[in-house]
T-cell receptor
């Protein structure tokens, strides 16, 4: 079946690194995505990784993919108060639906 | 300035009424989607459309209807048959239907009074 799981809450101090974790069940996923949602707003695409990659780095963001364990993580270096938001991971399912399966979202709280 | 717009931002409805949520994109994307978001949950797919005059049911289509008469527009109607319509509704689009990142609008918060 298709399922994506995330922990619900993470609290860090400003300047520390944040690591948000995600597990998924569908081994045929082609792309895995990280989205950010600020209060009352839509989702903003942060980054994505193709399933045949292990790592992708984009400025302060590092995505790690362990396909064997079906585990995805997002590391935010030097976390700022503006990074406080809900972070969703999502996987795309092969086929012609374009369907994304979303996790429940992890609320990141950054304390000054 | 390309993007996706949704209107209204807030919508209040009395029980038994149908309401229509607007979604417009000027990204020239073929595919469009409607999701529902409830507190503490991920997004659930209501309907999606690959191309003009074509749309398919998602996971939770009951009580909803859509149309796709123009490439730019994908309105969602929440009917009185939807038993629990209070939620945050998000529209998204992508260049193609599969294997492509989706871009989201700012959302519409619907409250049933």
């Amino acid at each position: 079946g298709e399922d994506v799981e995330q922990s619900l809450f993470l609290s860090v101090r400003e300047g520390d690194s944040s690591v948000i974790n995600c597990t998924y069940t569908d081994s045929s996923s082609t792309y895995l995505y990280w989205y950010k949602q600020e209060p009352g707003a839509g989702l903003q695409l942060l980054t994505y990784i193709f399933s045949n990659m292990d790592m992708k780095q984009d400025q302060r963001l590092t995505v790690l993919l362990n396909k064997k364990d079906k585990h995805l993580s997002l590391r935010i270096a030097d976390t700022q108060t503006g990074d406080s938001a809900i972070y969703f991971c999502a996987e795309s399912i092969p086929g012609n639906t374009g369907k994304l399966i979303f996790g429940q979202g992890t609320t990141l709280q950054v304390k000054p | 300035d390309g993007g996706i717009t949704q209107s209204p931002k807030y919508l209040f409805r009395k029980e038994g009424q149908n309401v229509t949520l607007s979604c417009e994109q000027n990204l020239n994307h073929d595919a469009m989607y409607w999701y529902r978001q409830d507190p503490g949950q991920g997004l659930r797919l209501i309907y999606y459309s690959q191309i003009v005059n074509d749309f398919q049911k998602g996971d939770i289509a009951e009580g909803y209807s859509v149309s796709r008469e123009k490439k730019e527009s994908f309105p969602l109607t929440v009917t009185s048959a939807q038993k629990n319509p209070t939620a945050f509704y998000l529209c998204a689009s992508s260049m193609y239907l599969a294997g492509n990142e989706q871009f989201f609008g700012p959302g519409t918060r619907l409250t049933v009074l």
